[in-house]
C-alpha cells in the first residue's frame, strides 16, 4: 500500500512561487496515476494536476500555464512547482494516488484511494 508525505508549503506573498514535493513510499513505477488536490476553508477539495502513468499531464484551468506537476521516479517524488501565486490559491494541498487500473475513473477526489497528510500554502496579497 503506497504512503505519500508532502512537504514544500509555506507562506509567500502573491506573485512568488513555492515547491511542493510528495514523497512515494512502497510506490512502483506505473502502477498509478498521481494527483495534487487542494482544499480551501469551507471549500470542496478541488483536482489541481494531474500525471498519468505514461506521463501525460492535465491541469486544472485556474492553474494552467502557472503550476507545474511533474515526476523523478529514481526518487519516488512528485512535485509541483507553483508560479505566480495569487492569494485565491491560499488552501491545503494533497497529493494521491489512484491505482492505475483505474486511471481512467473521473479524476475527483473520492475516487483516489492514497492520501498524503496535506501541505498548507498561504499566499498574501
Known amino acids: 500500500q503506497v504512503r505519500l508525505a508532502e512537504s514544500g508549503g509555506g507562506s509567500v506573498q502573491a506573485g512568488g512561487s513555492l515547491r511542493l514535493s510528495c514523497v512515494a513510499v512502497?510506490?512502483?513505477?506505473?502502477?498509478?496515476?498521481m494527483a495534487w488536490f487542494r482544499q480551501a476553508p469551507g471549500k470542496e477539495r478541488e483536482r489541481v494536476a494531474t500525471i498519468d502513468y505514461d506521463g501525460s499531464t492535465s491541469y486544472a484551468d485556474s492553474v494552467k500555464g502557472r503550476f507545474t506537476i511533474s515526476s523523478d521516479n529514481a526518487k519516488n517524488t512528485l512535485y509541483l512547482q507553483m508560479n505566480s501565486l495569487k492569494p485565491e490559491d491560499t488552501a491545503m494541498y494533497y497529493c494521491a494516488a489512484l491505482t492505475r487500473d483505474y486511471c481512467h475513473w473521473p479524476l475527483v477526489a473520492a475516487n483516489f484511494a492514497y492520501w498524503g497528510q496535506g501541505t498548507q500554502v498561504t499566499v498574501s496579497s
Open positions: 512502497e510506490y512502483a513505477h506505473g502502477m498509478y496515476c
